[in-house]
């Protein structure tokens, strides 16, 4: 391949250097396999084909020929809404089912079925008993947390009531769903509910269809992500200000090497504290490496690097360079944005790719199941698995490229008070006087489609110039971490009136909050500082954004960000196009309906001032400079 073509596929050093590496050795990427899917089917790009029962497959075609329904008489705009349901109820249920395992963690930790787990943040714990009522006078933490579990477990599948963390919202949004019937109920009811309306001949209007889509992916943000962030923090510690290194130069060429992919902290938690461990490291130096080294990839780096400053490999685009490295003892992987063509890979290699979730196997992954009640055994056993797999690796075909970079992390909501000295004044001040002229939260994937690492970097350098703070989770963070835009030296960077900010605080210009379920804290702070100026979250200068987003989770994230009143700007175009109504409804009418709505937009430099122009927009409505 030519180098202007891979260079088309990547702005990040590293992953160009193992980009021309994986073609020497003659083996395929994801930027391969897109290639040779070229091009992409029509209907599936604009949404209407429709596989909902075996009367079809249906297909509308987009210019206005034959046919314009499906057998059933489903039109375009019936299939388009019903294929979005589908997807946000994939991703709602991705990250609400990663909710409820950490609530059953923290419920069997604190009934003694899960041992090698303790509750590493009491303030939290109490801060959330007070919040959902939980009696805690006089009661151990063990009872508390159990009670809090429960309280959890029972939003679920709720059989009265809403979720208990819409309390946050200011009450001009909680009233607005409750008025557009849109306020979400039981978690997994919502997810069920979805699966019903949009079987044949249910839900055929695509505004009542798009209704629901908002509810349940709001079930997900207020509900299964919330829970999963706020219990993870009282489970593996609510994570402070944490300097780390990332890109896959943190490989280690005279260590172990175990990297940790996917999603859930439950077991990379267990992987981190078993690597300490006297009698491996002893095994590890005996086989010849010097020590044992973990990093993280995708979400589960970004909880370990939150809370423990863990190294980070890369992103998701990056899983399978890292194994090209050759000097990848073991990728240990649960769920969620793991490629099933690692496990092809790595034979290819020495690597073992273990897979731990009863949810997620892969056919030629070593399987070792995951249990709680024997965490840090399971953990040790997996990691000397690595250690002993050293004496496989071939130092002639290890292949390390040298980028790296030094990142400061771990902004939870609780971080960012901290920094700001214990109240949301310093951060309301400033974007009062304009030295902030608002809050921009990009998030989400890495997409063969787009150039990698391009439109976050890009969006985020621009905004940051334009005195926009910055917060970010998900793969994005880590490509801001890999181009050095999360170290308070990046305030050089920022515009004068950010950059005064982040040198009297002493924080980067953009702020890393953690994995894709942390999007929760982003939005626990806009309603915060909604709540503060008296407003609803709609009125606020704040902006989304989601420029390389592929997978079904960033639908249901960008649904209920939308959702809470602020708009997001798109960088992969949605499959929605296919019918007029529907793409209309979300990239407009949504606004006056909702508060908010979606752009879409590839080039993140013209995102960039569509986001400008929506903070200007918002802050004269406000009346500020
Ligand atoms: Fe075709 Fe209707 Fe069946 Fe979908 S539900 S496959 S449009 S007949
Ligand atoms: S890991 S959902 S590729 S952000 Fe959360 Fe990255 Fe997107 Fe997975």
């Not at 709602?92 to 059953?104: K, L, P, Q, T």
């Not at 079987?199 to 629901?212: A, F, M, P, Q, T």
């Amino acid at each position: 391949m030519d180098q202007e073509k891979r260079n088309r596929r990547s702005v990040d050093p590293a992953t160009l250097v193992m980009l021309a590496r994986a073609e020497k050795e003659g083996l395929e990427t994801a930027w391969d396999r897109h290639d040779r899917q070229e091009p992409q089917c029509g209907f599936g790009l604009l949404g209407v084909c429709c596989r909902n029962c075996n009367m079809g497959p249906c297909r509308i075609d987009p210019f206005g020929g034959e046919p314009q329904k499906g057998v059933c008489g489903a039109g375009a705009d019936t299939i388009v809404a019903r294929n979005l349901l589908r997807a946000i109820a994939a991703g709602a249920a991705a990250h609400s089912d990663h909710g409820r395992d950490i609530v059953e963690t923290l419920l069997h930790a604190a009934t003694g079925q899960a041992p090698d787990y303790q509750i590493k943040d009491r303030d939290k714990l109490m801060a959330l008993a007070a919040e959902l009522s939980i009696e805690h006078e006089g009661r151990s933490d063990q009872e508390i947390a159990a009670d809090i579990a429960a309280a959890a477990l029972e939003e679920f599948g709720m059989r009265k009531g809403t979720l208990a963390f819409l309390n946050r919202l200011p009450a001009q949004r909680r009233e607005l769903w409750s008025k557009l019937g849109i306020t979400p109920r039981g978690i997994d009811r919502e997810i069920v509910e979805v699966m019903h309306r949009t079987h044949i001949g249910v839900d055929n209007d695509h505004v009542n269809l798009i209704l629901h889509g908002l509810r349940t992916a709001l079930s997900d943000g207020w509900g299964g992500s919330m829970w999963a962030t706020e219990l993870s923090d009282v489970l593996f510690g609510t994570p402070r200000p944490v300097e780390g290194v990332s890109n896959l130069g943190v490989l280690k060429e005279d260590q172990v090497n175990i990297i940790v992919h996917g999603h859930e902290p439950t077991l990379s938690e267990m992987i981190v504290a078993a690597a300490r461990d006297p009698e491996l490291l002893e095994l590890a130096q005996a086989k010849g490496a010097r020590g044992i080294s973990i990093s993280g990839m995708c979400c589960t780096g970004n909880e370990l690097l939150m809370r423990h400053g863990v190294p980070v490999a890369g992103n998701f685009l990056q899983q399978e360079l890292a194994i090209i490295t050759g000097a990848v003892e073991a990728m240990i992987v649960d769920v969620q944005c793991i490629m099933p063509a690692l496990t092809g890979l790595a034979a290819c290699y020495h690597t073992e790719i273990i897979s731990t979730s009863p949810k997620a196997r892969f056919p030629g992954a070593k399987h070792v199941p995951f249990e709680e009640k024997s965490a840090l055994k399971i953990a040790k056993d997996i990691v000397r698995l690595a250690v002993e797999n050293y004496a496989n690796r071939n130092p002639e075909r290890v292949f390390i490229p040298e980028e790296k970079m030094k990142f400061m992390a771990g902004f939870s909501v609780e971080a960012i008070l901290s920094a700001l000295g214990g109240t949301l004044d310093p951060l309301l001040d400033a974007i009062k006087d304009g030295s902030i002229k608002g809050i921009a939260a990009i998030v989400g994937c890495n997409n063969p489609k787009v150039t990698h690492d391009y439109g976050h970097i890009t969006l985020t350098e621009e905004l940051i110039k334009k005195d926009v703070l910055v917060v970010e989770t998900g793969c994005t963070a880590i490509a801001s971490a890999k181009k050095g835009l999360l170290l308070p030296e990046a305030a050089q960077q920022a515009g004068p009136g950010l950059r005064a900010v982040c040198e009297a605080l002493k924080i980067p210009p953009v702020l890393h909050m953690g994995s894709c379920v942390d999007i929760s804290r982003i939005l626990v702070v806009a309603a915060a500082v909604a709540n503060a100026l008296g407003v609803d979250t709609s009125e606020l200068p704040l902006a989304g954004a989601a420029p390389e987003w592929m997978s079904e989770k960033a639908v249901s994230i960008g649904t209920y960000v939308i959702g809470s009143g602020i708009y997001t700007v798109l960088g992969t175009v949605p499959p929605v196009l296919g019918s007029e109504n529907v793409a209309a409804l979300l990239t407009g009418r949504a606004s006056e309906v909702i508060g908010a709505a979606f752009a879409v937009e590839s080039d993140p430099l013209k995102a960039a001032a569509l986001i400008m122009d929506h903070l200007e927009n918002k802050r004269a409505k406000l009346g500020l400079p």
